[in-house]
């Protein structure tokens, strides 16, 4: 089962990857702005999705166990990602959020060629803004958020299981 697990992530991982590495390489034609918005976007998505994944590992059953009772329709959902929290961490935390570090710092490599050729900022100096930018802001999120994430753990649970049941059909 576990090596069945170990195939999936890295089959996922591998078709996640490129189709990012796919877009990312298009992405270099764009205006300069643009480029650091999504970016941003890139950087918020692996910080929202690490939040996740901390969130399903640090809630509790039980809580989820009363809602299915009172039925609320998400509770199943929940009860489900609670019950795969090890998987949904890894997807979160691994699969995602990785894949989101790897496109950042492609993007990061663009926007630093940028500031070098274009605008004329020292390729060592711009490199070293762009990196830290990059690596200030993923670290610092993701620490910020996992405060979060564990305070607040049943409410983001909750608010992943409504997301879920619009995308998951009913069985």
């Not at 996640?16 to 941003?40: M, P, Q």
Request: hydrophobic share 55%.
């Amino acid at each position: 089962m576990q090596k069945k697990w170990v195939l999936s992530v890295f089959i996922i991982s591998f078709i996640l990857s490129a189709i990012f590495s796919g877009l990312s390489s298009f992405l270099s034609d764009f205006n300069v702005l643009v480029l650091f918005i999504i970016l941003i976007v890139v950087i918020s998505i692996g910080i929202l999705f690490d939040m996740i994944g901390v969130a399903v590992l640090t809630a509790k059953e039980a809580p989820f166990h009363a809602r299915s009772a009172k039925k609320v329709k998400e509770a199943k959902a929940c009860l489900v990602l609670l019950k795969n929290s090890t998987k949904v961490s890894s997807v979160c935390n691994d699969i995602v959020g990785d894949i989101c570090g790897i496109v950042s710092g492609g993007l990061g490599t663009t926007l630093t060629i940028y500031l070098y050729s274009e605008i004329g900022i020292n390729p060592l100096l711009s490199t070293v803004l762009v990196t830290s930018f990059i690596s200030a802001l993923t670290v610092g999120g993701k620490a910020y958020f996992k405060i979060i994430a564990t305070n607040k753990s049943d409410s983001l649970v909750l608010i992943a299981g409504k997301i879920i049941r619009v995308f998951i059909p009913k069985k």
